[in-house]
Every structure is written in structure tokens, then in C-alpha cells.
């Protein structure tokens, strides 16, 4: 079944600067990567997600990027502030719900 | 409002002492899961629903339970609990294969077993 491989666990950056998350996946048949973010004491949240026709998306600050050859997908966010401090999760999924693979996740710490 | 809601928040019960978490959407859902998160692996799938009275295992079933009687409910039974089952549970839902893909989380039910 699928694989997903999640890097950095922790990751600190000062606010202003960008930060980028990896993920890299093992099924090539898998055509659905989605981004969610987890604050404290919630559930996550998507952020933005990409398919497999398009290499790349964006939504204001935030992009992923997407190397089906490579199998791995990427999540930027630049100019990053304190209140996109949490937890992100990538996913990789083949069809629908029900297989969905998600990352062990990192933890992005902000400092003012 | 749009929402995925799990009762109780929090709990704290003693081995073999059966126990349900209730999840409940409000969004007219077919598709309905569990998920475990644990540091460092991550969320893993125990049982997903895709409609009414059809459930089926995910990645770590053993130990639990759940049914699908009516769509908007999908509760997670342990029947036996033990310490290994000491997690934060998220259940979610999606409209299904005809949706977009988004999955909907609860708040999440953070248990804890002696």
C-alpha cells in the first residue's frame, strides 16, 4: 500500500521568512495530495491540495508543488507569520477517502 | 454551521472497561472514518464508512468497533480498552467519491487508558 514519508518533524523559523515541508510517496498510482494544517487542540484543517495533472498550485502565501517522476510534493509558505504556527500533514490518495496516507506530520514554530 | 462533533473531549477509564466515542456530521456525509494520531507516526486510519450500513477496516482495526445505522452517526467502540489504545481520535467525513476530496475533522477525543 501507500507510503508517505514527511520532512522535517520540527521546523523553526523566524517570522518573515519562508518555510518548506517535503513529502515524498511510494504508489505511483496515487493522484491526490492534499495539505492540512492542525492548530492546538483541534483537528486539521486542509489547506490546499494538488492533483496530478498540474505540477504546481498556490493560494496567497501558501503553494505546493508536485514531481510525479520524482514522487514527491512539496508545501511553501512564504512571508510566514506567528498564527501559521501548528502542525501540517501531508496525504497521498489513490481514488478517494478510504485510502488515504497521511504523513507523521510537522510541527512549524513561528517566532515573532 | 458545518461541523463534525465527538463526545467526550477527553476521557480517562481503566483497562477492559468498554467504552463508544460518538461522531456526529451535520453536513449529509456518505463517507465517515476514524483516525488515531500518535507523535510521531502520524494519522492512521481504524475503520471508514462509505454510506449506511457499510463499513470496513483501515490501517489499525484491531480492538475496535464501529457501525453506521443512520448516516450522520458513526461511533467507535472499544470494547475492551487497554493501554496501547491511549490516543488522540479524530473522526472525519467527506461528501464521498463525489466530492472534491476534502475530509472534515472533528476536535478530536483525546483518551487515555490505565
Known amino acids: 500500500g501507500e507510503n508517505v514519508e514527511q520532512h522535517p518533524s520540527t521546523l523553526s523559523v523566524q517570522e518573515g521568512d519562508s518555510a518548506v515541508i517535503k513529502c515524498t510517496y511510494s504508489d505511483s498510482a496515487s493522484n491526490y495530495f492534499p495539505w492540512y494544517k492542525q492548530e492546538l487542540g483541534k483537528g486539521p484543517q486542509l489547506i490546499i491540495d494538488?492533483?496530478?495533472?498540474?505540477g504546481e498550485k498556490k493560494d496567497q502565501r501558501i503553494a505546493v508543488t508536485l514531481n510525479k517522476t520524482a514522487k514527491h510534493f512539496s508545501l511553501h509558505i512564504t512571508e510566514t507569520q506567528p498564527e501559521d504556527s501548528a502542525v501540517y500533514f501531508c496525504a497521498a490518495s489513490m481514488r478517494d477517502n478510504n485510502d488515504m496516507r497521511f504523513g507523521a506530520g510537522t510541527r512549524l514554530t513561528v517566532k515573532p | 454551521e458545518a461541523q463534525v462533533t465527538q463526545n467526550p473531549r477527553y476521557l480517562i477509564t481503566v483497562t477492559g472497561k468498554k467504552l463508544t466515542v460518538t461522531c456526529s456530521q451535520n453536513m449529509n456525509h456518505e463517507y465517515m472514518s476514524w483516525y488515531r494520531q500518535d507523535p510521531g507516526l502520524g494519522l492512521r486510519q481504524i475503520y471508514y464508512?462509505?454510506?449506511?450500513?457499510?463499513?470496513d477496516k483501515g490501517d489499525v482495526p484491531e480492538g475496535y468497533k464501529v457501525s453506521r445505522k443512520e448516516k450522520r452517526n458513526f461511533p467507535l467502540i472499544l470494547e475492551s480498552p487497554s493501554p496501547n489504545q491511549t490516543s488522540l481520535y479524530f473522526c472525519?467525513?467527506?461528501?464521498?467519491?463525489?466530492?472534491?476530496?476534502?475530509?472534515?475533522f472533528g476536535e478530536g477525543s483525546r483518551l487515555t487508558v490505565l
Open positions: 494538488i492533483r496530478s495533472n498540474v
Open positions: 464508512s462509505m454510506n449506511v450500513e457499510v463499513t
Open positions: 472525519a467525513s467527506s461528501l464521498g467519491p463525489s466530492g472534491n476530496g476534502e475530509l472534515f
